[in-house]
């Protein structure tokens, strides 16, 4: 997917090149390794090559972010059994992108692959490198709606394998409806811990669902739910300010306040720019819900959020109606009991992405995203995808991950369990650019005249050799065992 690269290990001077352009001030650069898109804020798009399974992802999947391990949730489809828990594990390396399975520990309950969940972070005892994922309602492939709760944390972590433990959380109380596109938060107040649920869609009520309209949904009653986790008791709350329900909305949460940003409105079909901000109090008696409006909303859908500090978000994403997305950045401060909202400089989105009228993604964690544009009026394969990595982190930390990306560059990054050696007549073939084909022609023909003389030099009469042919930027090599006269 994509122009082709340099082999591992060659040095770029490209991407040397568009570090220094990306320094001064105004300026932008395209890496031609990488096809990187570096501005001078810090912002940058790779495109990344999915490997094998890109199909799996769809919008509504989500990605969790483990000790910055990425892994994907929700894939297209039931698990086969490849991949039975239909998790996986995004491998990046050198722009390219793998999906390996991942594992359940016995005790683990039931996954299934859920469409636009709400997902949150719980962290425990305080530990800030600890924490668990929350995952709640969602779309499962046969579009059944969920009003489980489940909880997914790290139980054994090796070089090569990772087990999670997956359990679901009974509820009690005034339990949510099976829904999908809502939110859910923890908020902390007075050392306690809370989470707060909002939004979302289902479908209509069971006595008015006929054939016709078997799968219509509606958008749920704003409802405020609160969940003590610990024992599992629900508290739905109704406030004034709240009027009409709304969903696939963003939230972003700091302490004992949240604040609920746009949405869209299926009863109004209108994405209003409402922003909402929900302050949770828990004393030693009943909680404390109360809600403001506040003014500079913005007017977005599907939006994505990712952290990028303590008290700062970035906005990605989304569409701001039926048929045009959203193209525009904005930073999201959280400080003093009050929320900054401020438009930044965006990427420069490459043409496949500003034509295509659908995208996608999710927080990949620490300040990254995970975009996907469909690749139908590309590819023969009618449900492949092409995929870009935004990072949103600050200059001094992008330029920390170039140094990283630069060193690692210079090391093989493939796992030795997957590569095998090559028998005679087995061919391969290597895609690369004009001058790293040059150079790997010249270092394979230097191997193989020294196989040779060893060879000779021992008196065996059989001789590998080999028959390159070169091809507009394919190196295709056969090696087979021919005998000395």
């Not at 094998?52 to 059994?81: A, E, Y």
């Not at 995952?135 to 489940?150: A, E, F, R």
Request: some cysteine; hydrophobic content about 35%; charged content about 20%.
């Amino acid at each position: 997917m994509g122009a082709p690269r340099p082999e591992r290990g060659l040095y770029c001077a490209a991407r040397v090149e568009a570090v220094r352009l990306a320094q001064q001030p105004g300026k932008q650069a395209l890496c031609l390794y990488c096809r990187m898109t570096q501005p001078a804020d810090g912002m940058s798009l790779q495109m990344v090559s999915a490997l094998s399974n890109s199909s799996l992802f769809q919008p509504g999947s989500s990605l969790l972010n483990f000790d910055g391990h990425v892994f994907f949730f929700g894939q297209k489809g039931w698990p086969k059994r490849s991949c039975p828990t239909g998790v996986f594990f995004l491998d990046i390396k050198q722009n390219e992108l793998k999906m390996k399975p991942a594992a359940f520990s016995r005790d683990s309950c039931y996954l299934p692959p859920l469409r636009y969940p709400a997902i949150c972070t719980l962290r425990s005892d305080g530990e800030s490198d600890k924490h668990q994922y929350i995952i709640h309602g969602g779309k499962t492939p046969n579009n059944d709606l969920s009003d489980k709760v489940y909880i997914m944390s790290v139980v054994n972590k090796t070089t090569k394998k990772t087990t999670f433990q997956c359990i679901e959380k009974d509820l009690d109380g005034d339990v949510p409806e099976a829904r999908y596109g809502h939110t859910i938060n923890v908020v902390h107040s007075r050392g306690k811990s809370m989470i707060v649920i909002f939004g979302g869609r289902s479908y209509i009520p069971l006595a008015q669902r006929i054939t016709e309209k078997w799968n219509s949904v509606v958008d749920c009653l704003p409802f405020v739910f609160l969940v003590d986790f610990e024992f599992g008791c629900c508290t739905s709350y109704m406030l004034p300010e709240l009027q009409d329900g709304l969903s696939f909305h963003v939230s972003v949460a700091r302490n004992d306040t949240i604040y609920i940003l746009g949405g869209h409105s299926l009863q109004n079909n209108t994405r209003p720019p409402s922003l909402y901000k929900l302050k949770v109090d828990l004393p030693l008696g009943s909680p404390a819900v109360t809600c403001s409006i506040l003014p500079g909303g913005i007017s977005v859908s599907s939006g994505i959020v990712t952290q990028t500090g303590d008290t700062e978000f970035v906005l990605v994403g989304g569409y701001q109606s039926d048929n045009q997305k959203r193209m525009i950045c904005n930073t999201i401060t959280l400080e003093d009991n009050k929320i900054e909202i401020v438009e930044r400089a965006s990427p420069d989105w490459t043409p496949d992405i500003k034509h295509c009228r659908m995208w996608f993604g999710c927080d990949m964690g620490k300040g990254s995203i995970l975009l996907g544009i469909p690749g139908a009026n590309k590819q023969l394969i009618s449900d492949a995808n092409y995929f870009y990595i935004l990072r949103c982190n600050r200059a001094e930390e992008d330029e920390e991950e170039e140094l990283t990306s630069q060193s690692c560059s210079q090391a093989s990054t493939e796992d030795q369990g997957d590569s095998t050696p090559f028998e005679d007549s087995e061919e391969f073939s290597l895609v690369l650019k004009p001058v790293a084909l040059m150079l790997m022609t010249w270092i394979l023909t230097m191997k193989m005249m020294k196989k040779m003389n060893q060879k000779q030099g021992t008196g065996s009469s059989a001789v590998p050799a080999a028959i390159l042919t070169l091809t507009p930027g394919c190196l295709s090599i056969q090696q087979n065992s021919t005998s000395l006269q």
